[in-house]
């Protein structure tokens, strides 16, 4: 009984930044203002291939690219600058809207050159 509740709390423990991490795609877009700029409403970009698609990414991959760049080690004077005052929450957020747009990058593999 005793080793249950052991193992019980440490698989709590163990989930709870995830938890901690959820985003919500509503409050992200109400925060993706900023983000518009360069990737574009709903982040399939504005046309300029100097700005990535970041519509339908991993939720996960750009949540740590946020992360990354508010710590430094990914470098961009434009986008340490927009993430300096953003929250892990609102980086959450914002990870899990842009996720749940619908990218237009296609597949381009069965092209020839």
Not at 10 to 17: D, E
Not at 72 to 81: T, V
Not at 84 to 90: G, Y
Request: contains cysteine.
């Amino acid at each position: 009984m005793r080793r249950s509740i052991i193992i019980a709390s440490l698989a709590l423990l163990i989930s709870l930044p995830a938890l901690a991490g959820d985003g919500n795609p509503g409050d992200g877009q109400k925060k993706s203002q900023p983000c518009q700029a360069c990737h574009g409403v709903d982040g399939n970009g504005i046309g300029d291939p100097q700005y990535p698609i970041i519509a339908g990414q991993y939720e996960d991959y750009l949540l740590h690219a946020l992360r990354s760049y508010k710590t430094g080690k990914r470098e961009n004077l434009i986008m340490s600058g927009f993430v300096a005052t953003l929250s892990d929450q609102d980086m959450a957020d914002l990870a899990a809207y842009f996720a749940a747009q619908k990218g237009t990058i296609q597949d381009l593999h069965h092209l020839e050159d």
